[in-house]
Structures are given as C-alpha cells and as structure tokens.
C-alpha cells in the first residue's frame, strides 16, 4: 500500500512539474492586464513562482545528484567484490587442504 501511495505521488508530482513548465511556455509572452499597479499581472506573478520552483528543484537535484551515485557506486563496488570472491575460491582453484 505504501509502494501504491508513493507512486502515486510521484507521477503526480511530475504531472505537475510538467504542466507548470508547459504554462510558462505558453504564456511567456502574453499581453500584459493593466491593472493600475506595478507587477500586478497575474500571469506574470505564476510565471516568476513557476520559475523559482522549477529553479529550487533544480538546485535540490544536483545537490543530490553526488549522494545518489555515490550510493549506487558503493553498492555496485560492494557486489562486483562479492562476485569476485565467489570466483576464487579453494574449490574452484582446486587446492587440496589434506597434503
């Protein structure tokens, strides 16, 4: 059930990233609504929120980006030893214990 709700989250998370990206493509250059004060264009007011989140996620993935491929290192370094150490062993180099 957690699996469930965790992917869930996730591909709603990314729907959402997306669409937020795709309405600043669409409305990067829109007619401005004169509304008497200055940067009161509510379009323009979701496009600087839009981009200062796409800008912190951005930040928050490469700070991320060294701990995940050092995990993923380590652990791809922790199998390949075990897999050699199961290659070299007293029975597969044939050595006789009783001389």
């Known amino acids: 059930m957690k699996k469930l709700a965790i992917l869930a989250f996730s591909v709603l998370f990314i729907a959402l990233s ?7 493509l669409t409305h990067t250059n829109h007619s401005h609504e004169a509304l008497g004060h200055e940067n009161s ?3 323009c007011i979701i ?4 981009n200062n989140l796409i800008k912190q996620l951005f930040s928050a993935v490469k700070a991320s980006l060294p701990v995940i491929a ?4 380590a652990l ?3 199998r390949t030893n075990t897999i050699c150490f ?3 062993s007293l029975v597969t180099l044939e050595i006789k214990i009783n001389n």
């Open 70 to 73: 050092g995990t993923l290192g």
């Open 41 to 43: 264009c509510h379009v």
């Open 76 to 78: 791809f370094l922790l």
């Open 47 to 50: 496009i600087n929120s839009v």
């Open 18 to 24: 997306f669409l937020s990206f795709e309405f600043v």
């Open 86 to 88: 199961r290659h070299y």
